[in-house]
């Protein structure tokens, strides 16, 4: 049984910083490419980051490149996503996702599997 849970939401002011962690189990890791996507409340869940299996190659949404930044440790299963510079505009559900698939990361009908969320609140 697959399964990937986040950690490290919480609240934090404007410009605060969280890393989130996604622990995944009941899958081969090292051979998926991980996404990270958000949603808020009224809104569809958008693509954030995702990171290939090796970490070699890294996608961000324009909206939070340069602040956001994924990473992943295949040795733990474990993939991160350290957030700087956080904006009230990004209060969103996070959650991680897994694929085998290297193309069309950005949809989230790419991927399979998805954790069950942790929750970033950015107080203005």
């Known amino acids: 049984q697959v399964q990937l849970i986040e950690s490290g939401g919480g609240l934090v002011q404007d410009g605060g910083s969280l890393r989130l962690s996604c622990a995944a189990s009941?899958?081969?890791?090292?051979?998926?490419?991980m996404g990270w996507f958000r949603q808020a409340p009224g809104k569809e869940r958008e693509f954030v980051a995702a990171i290939t299996w090796s970490g070699g190659s890294l996608y961000y949404a324009g909206s939070v490149k340069g602040r956001f930044t994924a990473s992943r440790d295949n040795a733990k299963n474990t993939v991160y996503l350290q957030m700087n510079g956080l904006k009230p505009e990004d209060t969103a559900a996070y959650y991680c996702?897994?694929?085998?698939?290297?193309?069309?990361?950005?949809?989230?009908?790419?991927?399979?599997?998805w954790g069950q969320g942790t929750q970033v609140t950015v107080s203005s």
């Open positions: 009941g899958l081969t890791f090292s051979m998926h490419t």
């Open positions: 996702a897994a694929t085998t698939r290297s193309v069309l990361l950005t949809s989230p009908t790419t991927y399979v599997y």
